[in-house]
């Protein structure tokens, strides 16, 4: 069965310094990985995804993430944060079925990213 | 191109009552899923769903849950006899059948039992 772990709850970083998001997980062969913000009340954006290819995504709003099968982790990362970036991340796998459509994502706990002036 | 579109947003129901939760998914997308986000915690998938058809429903409790995509009309989530422990947020998501691990998520629908 696949899982995720997200081992911080909750994160809190100065406007303007680095992020990274730890995210690790676990599964048979390689997943579809992704990473979604949360803001308070609302839905689910996706930042960004990994299917296959080149290891160093690139998602929306500066954000990037790194996949390393190695260490089975998924880490997000932006280079410097704004304060518009406080919100709840989470990390989510998906099955790789060998390309055919299977939908369930499992998702991490969620990390909440406080942004301080 | 509307997004996922949920209904209602928010909705109080007494215990014993019946919830209804709708979800249209976006215009092409025939695949859809329901997740449960319970305070405090990450979401958690309960049913996948194909028009007319159930894909998986793994994550469903096996009593008083229920969920349906018909032929027309939105998906609907139904939970009978309406607990305090149902109250949590319900997120749809949908994909389109060639990309089935891309999901597109709706504002959710917050349910309190009172």
């Known amino acids: 069965a696949q899982s995720v772990t997200q081992p911080d709850i909750h994160i809190t970083v100065s406007e303007g310094a680095s992020l990274e998001l730890r995210c690790n997980y676990s599964?048979?062969?390689?997943?579809?990985l992704f990473w979604y913000v949360q803001s308070p009340g609302q839905g689910l954006q996706l930042l960004l995804k990994?299917?296959?290819?080149?290891?160093l995504v690139q998602g929306i709003k500066g954000f990037e993430a790194e996949f390393k099968r190695s260490q089975s982790s998924f880490n997000l990362r932006k280079p410097s944060v704004h304060w518009s970036d406080a919100a709840e991340y989470f990390c989510?796998?998906?099955?790789?079925?060998?390309?055919?459509?299977?939908?369930?994502?499992?998702f991490g706990q969620g990390t909440i990213l406080t942004v301080h002036p | 191109n509307a997004g996922v579109m949920q209904n209602p947003r928010h909705l109080v129901r007494r215990r014993g009552q019946e919830a209804r939760l709708r979800c249209s998914p976006m215009?092409?997308?025939?695949?859809v899923y329901w997740y449960r986000q319970l305070p405090e915690e990450g979401l958690k998938f309960m049913v996948y769903?194909?028009?007319?058809?159930?894909?998986?429903e793994s994550g469903m409790p096996k009593e008083r849950f229920s969920a349906e995509f018909p032929k027309e009309g939105p998906s609907i989530l139904r939970i009978q006899q309406v607990v305090r422990g149902d109250s949590a947020a319900y997120f749809c998501?949908?994909?389109?059948?060639?990309?089935?691990?891309?999901?597109?998520f709706g504002p959710g629908t917050r349910l309190t039992v009172l």
């Open positions: 998501a949908s994909s389109s059948q060639d990309r089935g691990n891309e999901q597109f």
């Open positions: 599964y048979g062969a390689t997943p579809y």
């Open positions: 990994y299917f296959s290819g080149d290891t």
């Open positions: 989510a796998v998906g099955a790789n079925a060998g390309g055919t459509s299977y939908g369930k994502l499992t």
């Open positions: 215009k092409g997308h025939s695949h």
């Open positions: 769903l194909q028009k007319e058809n159930i894909i998986d």
